[in-house]
């Protein structure tokens, strides 16, 4: 089965303190996964693609085949990462399949 | 990046009338569109894929007959909900991709309130 599980709805932490954000999938085949966020009344937006290996706002996502995770991680939070974020697996038809969402606070 | 842009943003409906959404893509050609569904609080429900020019393909358990889907152009894609019930009521969202982008552009989404 196709799945992406994002095991916690809502992250808080502290301004400063590092963060991960936890994704784990089930694809029997290659998979290509990403992370998205969505700001406070804002569109989806592409955070991160595994292929890339890129960081962006200082977040970076390892694909991790043989525990089939793409953990988000960022070593010090800013209040203006406060938002939702979406783990999501694209398969090879190119639908996208997206976890329940973690909403991460970052408090100041 | 590419702009996806969904009209209207929110609409508010009777029960048993029909409501077209509408999906553009404002600078490339889309060649596939998808349509998801948000309830409140949880996460983003393919409901179909639209390739311009053909039917749309339908996820398992989504009433095609219920939710029209029209991609007659590059850069078009509508989405109509026939005789909407209060159920129907969510936030139903688009996105579009060429076939040599790797990424997926997403609309604004539209919020559909059936009363």
């Known amino acids: 089965a196709q799945r992406v599980t994002q095991p916690e709805k809502l992250l808080s932490v502290f301004k400063g303190a590092p963060v991960e954000l936890k994704c784990n999938y089930s694809y029997s085949g290659s998979p290509e996964l990403f992370w998205y966020v969505q700001y406070s009344r804002q569109r989806l937006q592409l955070l991160l693609r595994?292929?890339s290996r890129e960081s962006i706002k200082g977040f970076t996502a390892d694909l991790n085949k043989g525990e089939t995770s793409f953990h988000l991680k960022k070593p010090f939070a800013q209040e203006e990462d406060s938002a939702m974020y979406y783990c999501?697996?694209?398969?090879?038809?190119?639908?996208?399949?997206f976890g329940t969402g973690t909403r991460l606070k970052v408090l100041a | 990046g590419a702009v996806v842009s969904q009209h209207p943003s929110w609409v508010i409906c009777k029960s048993g009338t029909s409501v077209k959404i509408e999906c553009r893509s404002l600078d490339f050609q889309a060649t596939t569109m998808f349509w998801y569904r948000q309830f409140p609080k949880q996460s983003l429900m393919l409901m179909a894929t639209s390739n311009e020019g053909s039917k749309a393909t339908y996820e398992q358990g989504v009433e095609k007959d219920k939710f029209l889907i029209n991609h007659a152009s590059l850069t078009l894609s509508t989405l109509t909900v026939t005789s909407a019930h209060p159920e129907d009521s969510s936030f139903y969202i688009c996105?579009?991709?060429?076939?040599?982008?790797?990424?997926?552009?997403f609309g604004q989404g539209t919020r559909l309130t059936v009363v």
């Open positions: 595994h292929i």
């Open positions: 999501a697996l694209r398969t090879g038809t190119y639908k996208y399949i």
């Open positions: 996105s579009a991709r060429t076939p040599t982008n790797t990424e997926a552009f």
